[in-house]
């Protein structure tokens, strides 16, 4: 902010009243105009976050509900097959078999946005409410994504050791059975966080 006061000589107390009062006019139109733009900036700043995590929650929402139809599936294979073990230790190869039709599918979360605004500190100009339906959403999609990290080895090992066994001793099989359990606690974990996180999506696209 650049303010120069009138040219010329002060002759009177009444000029010099005038120089005060032009100066301090001249500071307060530049203090109001300084606060008008850094409002506007501000506004837009909010606006553009708003836009951008619409667009996140969205995709996320999009990728739970494909994600959850996916998973919910997989636990109904899993326990149709634990069901059936009486029947499928008598016969190894169908056990396998089965195994090998489950089909995760591990879909990306992304909270990028969130992060950025984050470090903007663009949060400090919004609703608390409407912060908490935001922050909800980005902290079950972390949560969603750490199981989802670990459940990934978990079906990887359980694949593997199947492939590589095209027969299978009463031992191989009483391992493959325990590794399935193990991916299967995995799966009834990610169903629970997955509904969650689906809810929040909901939640986070409200209308501010």
């Known amino acids: 902010m650049d303010v120069h006061g009138p040219v010329g000589a002060t002759h009177s107390v009444k000029d010099f009243a005038v120089h005060i009062g032009i100066v301090t006019i001249g500071i307060l139109i530049a203090l109001s105009l300084e606060g008008i733009r850094e409002t506007v900036s501000v506004h837009r700043s909010v606006r553009e976050a708003r836009e951008n995590f619409r667009v996140e929650i969205t995709e996320n929402q999009t990728n739970i509900r494909r994600e959850l139809e996916n998973t919910r599936g997989m636990q109904t294979q899993i326990q149709k097959i ?13 056990f396998a078999a089965r195994i090998s039709m489950i089909r995760p599918s591990f879909y990306f979360f992304s909270s990028s946005r969130w992060d950025s605004a984050l470090s903007t500190g663009v949060l400090g100009h919004m609703k608390v409410e409407e912060i908490n339906r935001y922050a909800a959403s980005n902290f079950l999609v972390h949560d969603y994504g750490s199981l989802e990290e670990q459940a990934s080895p978990a079906w990887l090992s359980l694949e593997a050791y199947f492939a590589a066994r095209p027969t299978l001793s009463p031992q191989d099989l009483a391992s493959g059975i325990e590794k399935l359990l193990v991916f299967q606690g995995f799966v009834t974990q990610m169903i629970h966080v997955g509904e969650q996180l689906q809810s929040a999506t909901e939640r986070g696209l409200v209308a501010p």
Not at 87 to 92: A, D, I, K
């Open 82 to 94: 634990v069901a059936d073990l009486p029947g499928l230790r008598q016969h190894p190869e169908q």
